[in-house]
């Protein structure tokens, strides 16, 4: 579908910048990508695409909130 598009489409690798960490203290996963991708725009200065997907298990606390 997106061979139509005129744009080109590339991942982090092809950007050959040195990019910071972002943070992942986003209570959703749809915060920490909009987290991501506002870090990788200000070093790109290019339009951003960015997907962060989560871990939900059955019977964990909504709440619990502990880094390991």
């Known amino acids: 579908m997106i061979k139509e598009i005129p744009v080109e489409i590339i991942g982090l690798?092809?950007?050959?910048r040195k990019i910071s960490?972002?943070?992942?203290?986003?209570?959703?996963?749809l915060e920490n990508s909009?987290?991501?991708?506002?870090?990788?725009?200000?070093?790109?200065g290019m339009l951003v695409f960015y997907c962060d997907s989560g871990l939900y298990i059955d019977g964990l606390q909504k709440n619990y909130n502990q880094q390991y």
Do not use: C, F, M, V
């Open 34 to 44: 909009r987290q991501k991708a506002k870090n990788y725009y200000q070093t790109s």
């Open 21 to 29: 960490d972002s943070p992942e203290d986003g209570k959703t996963p």
């Open 13 to 16: 690798i092809e950007l050959k």
